[in-house]
């Protein structure tokens, strides 16, 4: 897979094993954590990758890192970034790493965290409206005043595999334990991480699925259209999780590799990430939670036929309106006592979250009757 950068130049391929090596020793190999009380209540084997625990409080320093590093042994003397938070934090790390100037476009409403960490790293911020298309008319005119390139959220090839490299580690080790991975969930945002994980999962046989908030769910109407379509973000305690379309990069991957995308809701999340905290000491963001709401509601369409994946919740790239995909047909008769237990990967893709919604988050709704039982 290749991609022409915005300057012109020589098609950049998205390699993740070549990113997987250059960040070697660069970036955290952050653990694979696992809790029996998740393990039943999605009857399969889940293996979380905690990338909440990476530098910069998510797996975006590996694309970010990646990049910037490129970019400086290019002869760059800066860079330009936009998101909704955690990449800009990446790409302001990596360039003060690598000495480069570097000037992070955000939207107004961008979470008070992730803007210190910003500004922390030494990056000028930018606010601009709360759209991407708001931030990237900013970002182009910064990177023109400039002359420092973009190193884009969603469509930079090398964001796109030095992310995909946190799920290439997860895959390898599910391997090396001998548990090897049937399905592998990660939240989608602007669909980079997703895109790389499908990359990473090449030549295995391994089902990528993607997650969305109901209302933030760009990919999965992208790929019932067959073409990028933009939503307008409704609002969710997934900040991470709203950009208003996914990138046409990653699209152009998904489209023929992912198996699926699952919609969730905000009390879902919430309660992913009230299972991390309580069952493993875990501080995700909700964002970051996203990928194992995914996997249990991906577990729980599987056994119950719910009405949510006939409406569409859980589709394969060609929207047949299939109500039960393969992996959820193994997730199924594991829970009726099949003969092999079926192993899910799900990355936590970050950990930066207020204090204030850890507090309401944690306070809030109590616990499924199955885990307080556990």
Excluded at 120 to 132: D, E, I, K, Y
Excluded at 200 to 215: F, L
Excluded at 265 to 290: M, N, Q, T, Y
Aim: aromatic content about 2%; charged content about 20%; proline content about 7%.
């Amino acid at each position: 897979m290749s991609h022409t950068d915005p300057s012109g130049a020589v098609p950049a391929p998205i390699d993740v094993p070549e990113a997987a090596r250059w960040l070697a020793g660069r970036v955290l190999r952050t653990p694979v954590l696992r809790a029996p009380a998740i393990d039943r209540l999605a009857g399969a084997r889940v293996l979380l990758k905690a990338e909440n625990l990476q530098a910069g409080g998510s797996y975006k320093m590996r694309g970010g890192l990646f990049a910037v590093g490129r970019l400086a042994t290019a002869g760059h003397t800066g860079v330009v970034a936009q998101s909704t938070g955690n990449h800009a934090v990446a790409v302001a790390l990596a360039a003060r790493r690598f000495e480069l100037a570097a000037t992070v476009v955000l939207p107004v409403d961008a979470a008070p965290t992730k803007v210190a960490q910003a500004r922390a790293a030494g990056a000028r911020v930018v606010f601009a409206g709360t759209t991407v298309q708001e931030r990237l008319a900013v970002a182009r005119r910064v990177s023109d005043e400039t002359g420092h390139p973009i190193v884009d959220a969603y469509d930079h090839p090398d964001v796109i595999a030095g992310q995909g490299s946190a799920s290439l580690e997860l895959i390898e080790e599910a391997e090396r334990a001998g548990t090897p991975l049937d399905a592998l969930v990660l939240p989608v945002g602007g669909g980079g991480g997703v895109a790389g994980a499908c990359l990473a999962a090449t030549g295995r046989p391994i089902e990528v699925y993607g997650v969305e908030p109901h209302g933030c769910d760009s990919l999965a109407r992208s790929l019932a259209a067959g073409r990028p379509v933009p939503v307008t973000p409704q609002p969710t305690i997934a900040d991470g999780l709203r950009p208003s379309c996914v990138g046409e990069l990653p699209f152009a991957v998904l489209r023929t590799r992912l198996r699926g995308v699952v919609r969730v809701d905000d009390e879902e999340i919430a309660e992913a990430f009230r299972l991390l905290l309580l069952e493993l000491k875990v501080l995700a963001e909700p964002s970051g939670a996203a990928g194992l709401a995914g996997a249990l509601r991906l577990a729980a369409d599987g056994a119950l036929r719910s009405p949510a994946a006939a409406d569409g919740a859980l589709r394969s790239p060609a929207a047949d309106g299939g109500l039960r995909s393969p992996a959820a047909e193994r997730l199924l008769a594991t829970a009726a006592g099949g003969p092999r237990q079926r192993t899910v990967g799900v990355v936590l893709t970050g950990g930066n979250v207020e204090a204030e919604l850890v507090a309401r988050l944690a306070a809030s709704a109590r616990l499924e009757e199955e885990v307080v039982a556990a």
